[in-house]
Nanobody, 122 residues
Framework: QVQLVESGGGLVQSGGSLRLSCAAS????????MGWYRQAPGKERELVAS???????NYADSVKGRFTISKVNGRNSVLLQMNSLKPEDTAVYYC????????????????WGQGTQVTVSS
């Protein structure tokens, strides 16, 4: 099993910054990627940013140039630095660990955090 612990959400004014962190713990051999998704009321969950084990990143068009995802050296942890926040960034943000193998030969699985609320006021 993998546990994802998220932190860093909150309330911020438009134009402000927040940093989200997510740490994976538990028993596993490898994680292929970690990332952040978000879900606003009445909308589907969408990818915000992800980073692979070899540090390839992917961003939603709506956050490019404003958000930066990074891995914490030597740890199964990621940070999402969010700058120039807009009211439309308001959502519950979920950490995701993708392609997790409990053992080297295990079938990969995905895991989700419990979610953290980000609210941007205008």
């Amino acid at each position: 099993q993998v546990q994802l612990v998220e932190s860093g959400g909150g309330l911020v004014q438009s134009g402000g910054s927040l940093r989200l962190s997510c740490a994976a713990s538990g028993s596993f051999a490898s994680i292929n990627s970690m990332g952040w998704y978000r879900q606003a009321p009445g909308k589907e969950r969408e990818l915000v940013a992800s980073i692979t084990s070899d540090l390839r990143t992917n961003y939603a068009d709506s956050v490019k140039g404003r958000f930066t995802i990074s891995k914490v050296n030597g740890r199964n942890s990621v940070l999402l630095q969010m700058n120039s926040l807009k009211p439309e960034d308001t959502a519950v943000y979920y950490c995701n660990a993708g392609g997790v193998r409990r053992f080297v030969t295990s079938w990969p699985s995905d895991y989700w955090g419990q979610g953290t609320q980000v609210t941007v006021s205008s």
